[in-house]
Structure formats: C-alpha cells, structure tokens
C-alpha cells in the first residue's frame, strides 16, 4: 500500500513469496543495535525472517497447545505473517534474558529504549500497547517492523499503528 509491503490478518502474502532477510532492514537494525550499545544495552534478534513453511509449524503448535482463538490473538497465521516478509524481528535484551518474550520487555532498560529511538532507525513498535482491537494482535514491545525512516518518524509522531497509517 503506497509502496509499503504489508502482511497483516486482512493482507496476507504468497506460499512462495520468500525474501529472505532483507538487507536495508538488515544494516538499519545493526546500526540500532550499535547505538543501544554505546548506551551500554544489549539486544539482540531472537526471531526474525521466517518463511510460509516456519510459520505454519509454528502457528499450529500454538493452535495445538492453546486453541485457534487464542493463537489468534499472539501468532499470526501462515502467509500474514510479517516475518515471512524479512522486514520484521522479534528482539530481546540483556534485561530480558531468561524470561522470553513477555510484556515485561517494554518496561525493561531496553524495552524503553527500543520504543522510544528504534524510529530513529526505519523501526516501528508493530503491536503496541493498547491497540489490539486495531492491530488484532496483544501488546508485543518486542517485535519491531522495518518501514523506512521516514515513515518510521512519521508514525512516531502521529502516534497511530500500522494498521492506521497505510488507511
């Protein structure tokens, strides 16, 4: 949409459609993580690209253990995952070591930091607090979406999610 590549529950992509990591993303998110370094935090990428095939094992296995409703809320479904486009990470901290991907994250020293400068850097806060009835998906502080810096900024700044922007 407007030349921003979209995967949500309403746009899904392709089977076959497999990118891999994609390196402007790739290079954006060292320099971030450089910059989170200088200020003495460590984070670093526990997930990232993943193709229709990953993600499809791993939606199941949450179908499998918590039902499809509740798969639904956290995990997306195969093909409308944003991983699946290698524009998308799910990114952990020194803080957060041990205690996997939880809410927490956002109130950890690298959480804060990540949604307050990952902007700066094409990064957004895909599912932020709050805003599940627009994005579909719980409060993740720790999944961060590549979108160029501009748009980056300009979400920021209007305060509004994906979803809400590409409309």
């Known amino acids: 949409i407007d030349g921003i590549l979209i995967a949500n529950k309403t746009y899904p992509l392709p089977k076959d459609y497999a990118p891999g990591w994609d390196p402007v993303a ?8 450089a910059a989170a370094k200088e200020e003495g935090l460590s984070l670093w990428v526990c997930s990232g690209y993943r193709s229709y095939t990953d993600q499809r094992i791993i939606y199941n296995g949450y179908v499998a253990r918590d039902g499809k409703e509740a798969a639904d809320r956290y995990s997306a479904r195969p093909g409308h995952s944003e991983h699946q486009t290698g524009l998308a990470m799910d990114v952990e901290g020194h803080s957060s070591l041990g205690i996997g991907l939880i809410d927490d994250f956002g109130e950890t020293p690298e959480g804060k930091w990540l949604a307050a400068n990952c902007h700066e850097y094409g990064f957004i806060i895909r599912y932020p607090k709050g805003k599940t009835d627009i994005t579909g998906y719980i409060y993740e502080p720790w999944h961060i979406r590549y979108v160029g810096r501009d748009a980056a900024e300009e979400i920021m700044q209007l305060g509004v999610t994906f979803e809400e922007y590409i409309v």
Do not use: R
């Open 26 to 33: 790739s290079e954006a998110l060292n320099v971030m993580f």
